[in-house]
């Protein structure tokens, strides 16, 4: 049987409820709330793709050194470098339903990523290469094994790759700072292997049971999750990163960061609010070390 889509009629709805508040002469005073009420399916989730580093390693790789040690983790020299410097990010417009702007904004994102961290890599002193990037519309297989189920986003660290996904939802409802941390995140990841960090990360799993596996996932998603933040500090109050907006979509991830991940190998939805507003305020790297902190801050 034809009938109107849901979203249709919500939009019907929408437009004869503007023009009467047109009307009435208040829509400029409810024009901030309407933009943050219809996120939630665009903010995204991530998650690393489970598989350890292949013979490239990081900027301290275990098979030429040994097996790292925790400081690499917990001591890293990215903790000491200063503020995230503003990589002058201008990806663009995001129109809906333009999968030609959509896949322009994920490169635009990557690459001011790129220059961001290029600059923090050279102040910790540490070698850096910059992630592959594919676009998918599917669910693929990637070097690291199959797609992880509910994710847009997937890292690989055997060929160091960000898989992005850009479903028919996103294309359709588009919310370009929800995008733009989803890529940040998958970043995070990259950023962890290039210094070293995830050589650590391995090295421990390797050898735990299965509560420590997980709270040694949550440590590697919260910072990856700050890390984001901290990126995101560094283009706040840009027409990209809106107070209202980074507002909204720290609450979505108090309010529903845990609910894909039934393990909790990301952390409570309070948790992953917490290290996003921690890495936003302080806008360092040293603010996401998320490996020296005491277990009941990454629960």
């Not at 479903?167 to 970043?187: C, D, K, M, W």
């Not at 650590?200 to 420590?212: D, E, L, M, V």
Request: glycine fraction near 10%.
């Amino acid at each position: 049987m034809n009938t109107v889509p849901k979203s249709k009629v919500a939009t019907l709805l929408v437009v004869g409820l503007m023009l009467a508040l047109a009307i009435a002469g208040v829509v400029l005073a409810l024009a901030g709330v309407a933009t943050t009420t219809t996120r939630g399916g665009a903010v995204g989730e991530a998650r690393q793709a489970e598989s350890p580093p292949g013979e490239a390693g990081g900027a301290t790789s275990g098979k030429k050194t040994g097996a790292p040690g925790r400081a690499v983790a917990t001591a890293n020299p990215l903790y000491k470098t200063s503020r995230l410097s503003s990589p002058n990010c201008s990806p663009g417009d995001l129109p809906a339903n333009s999968m030609i702007a959509y896949k322009r904004f994920l490169t635009r994102v990557t690459s001011c990523l790129n220059r961001a961290w290029a600059t923090q890599f050279r102040r910790a002193g540490l070698p850096f290469t910059k992630p592959k990037l594919r676009i998918i519309t599917s669910r693929v297989k990637t070097a690291c094994g199959s797609w992880n189920t509910g994710a847009d986003g997937v890292y690989c660290s055997s060929d160091r790759t960000m898989y992005l996904m850009i479903s028919r939802e996103q294309l359709r409802n588009p919310f370009p700072l929800g995008i733009t941390r989803l890529v940040a995140h998958e970043y995070g990841h990259h950023v962890q292997q290039v210094s070293g960090i995830w050589n650590y990360y391995w090295t421990a799993r390797a050898s735990a049971g299965k509560t420590a596996k997980l709270q040694l996932s949550r440590r590697s998603e919260l910072q990856a999750e700050c890390f984001s933040a901290v990126f995101m500090s560094s283009i706040r109050n840009t027409p990209l990163v809106s107070p209202a907006d980074w507002d909204y979509t720290v609450d979505w991830f108090r309010k529903n960061g845990a609910k894909g991940w039934p393990q909790n190998d990301h952390g409570k939805g309070e948790t992953q609010a917490a290290w996003m507003s921690r890495g936003f305020s302080r806008g360092t790297p040293g603010a996401c070390n998320t490996w020296s902190s005491p277990a009941r801050y990454v629960d």
